[in-house]
């Protein structure tokens, strides 16, 4: 196991890895919901999340996507 993986008490094995094209739409509809429920969707947000990695990778921030074999969780650190 790498330092990227560790096991999840039912036994999954979780992995972070880097942000792939392919998880825009689950970062965006992620970050929609915590927004909606807390705040709100403000203009700028959905710049942001229409094009993370125009917006956030390419400016130097990361996004990290959570695997653990059953579902998928996605975060950003800007």
């Given at each position: 196991?790498?330092?990227?993986?560790?096991?999840?008490?039912?036994?999954?094995?979780?992995?972070?890895?880097?942000?792939?094209?392919w998880h825009a739409e689950a970062f965006r509809d992620l970050n929609y919901e915590w927004l909606e429920e807390f705040f709100e969707v403000e203009p700028y947000d959905k710049i942001v999340l229409s094009g993370p990695r125009k917006h956030i990778i390419n400016q130097g921030g990361s996004v990290l996507v959570a695997l653990d074999g059953l579902s998928r969780s996605v975060f950003a650190l800007c």
């Open positions: 196991m790498n330092d990227n993986e560790n096991k999840t008490a039912s036994g999954n094995q979780n992995i972070i890895a880097d942000f792939e094209d």
